[in-house]
């Protein structure tokens, strides 16, 4: 019997992505425990990573998590996003990231039967590397999610050739023609690949998505299963590396 291959190391100078449901920071035992969700940010080690759900749903839509901590402990700092003094961001979708900037950023509308939102953000990262990242959590309903799918790509269409990605909680776990994703496929490939993550314990649905454009530029796509991650929220977290120097052929050519 043929012991399987190990996983092809990263490139160097590869950034680690992540995005995960925090699930408003109450775990499948039902008990809300934001030091829990902090935890499982610092074992995923990402240098970018997309939280839905970290805030308030309701009241004063205040932030669930210390990011003084985690920036100290984690060095992932909260882009802006918030219209909420307190808040982590726009509709409970959060971006943090490490060693980077922000250039710009923009909170969307998403059409649907309920208040949905994305968001995209322009940063420059260590060395100048420039990425757009766009988050988003989508509607329950397939119809609704088809009509987020296409304002979504409506916004990216007056953007340029940056390398973009664009993850979150998708909520969509049908493949082929039946699936609301189908319209991202010709910017940002195949969309019904990659692993469960949802419900934790036993992860059957793939609900989060990291994808990207251009395509190629991803690897090592897998769920951050660990004990603690499959009790702290309903969700598992997804992670990938992300390497920006193969979108820059010229500027490789030019170092040789």
Not at 193 to 208: K, V, Y
Not at 233 to 238: E, G, N, R, W
Not at 245 to 251: I, L
Request: net charge neutral; charged share 25%; glycine share 8%.
């Amino acid at each position: 019997m043929s012991r399987p291959q190990p996983e092809a190391p990263p490139p160097p100078g590869a950034l680690r992505i992540a995005t995960y449901n925090v699930h408003k920071c109450v775990g499948t035992d039902n008990r809300f425990d934001p030091d829990r969700i902090a935890t499982v940010i610092r074992e995923l080690d990402a240098d970018v990573l997309a939280l839905q759900e970290a805030d308030r749903r309701f009241g004063r839509r205040e932030g669930l998590l210390d990011t003084t901590a985690l920036e100290r402990d984690t060095g992932l700092r909260m882009v802006p996003l918030a219209m909420a003094a307190g808040g982590h961001g726009w509709h409970g979708n959060a971006l943090l990231v490490r060693n980077g900037r922000m250039v710009e950023a923009y909170r969307l509308r998403l059409p649907g039967g309920e208040p949905r939102g994305a968001t995209l953000v322009e940063l420059e990262m260590a060395g100048g590397a420039r990425l757009r990242v766009m988050t988003a959590h989508l509607g329950l309903l397939r119809r609704h999610r088809a009509q987020q799918v296409a304002a979504l790509l409506e916004r990216l269409a007056e953007a340029d050739d940056t390398p973009t990605l664009l993850l979150g909680d998708l909520n969509e776990w049908r493949p082929g023609q039946r699936s609301s994703l189908r319209a991202l496929e010709r910017d940002f490939g195949p969309v019904d690949r990659g692993p469960p993550t949802f419900p934790s314990r036993l992860p059957i649905l793939s609900l989060d998505r990291i994808l990207c454009r251009p395509t190629g530029l991803l690897s090592g796509l897998a769920a951050h299963e660990t004990p603690l991650a499959r009790i702290a929220s309903d969700h598992l977290p997804l992670t990938a590396r992300l390497d920006l120097a193969t979108a820059r052929p010229e500027a490789m050519a030019e170092a040789a």
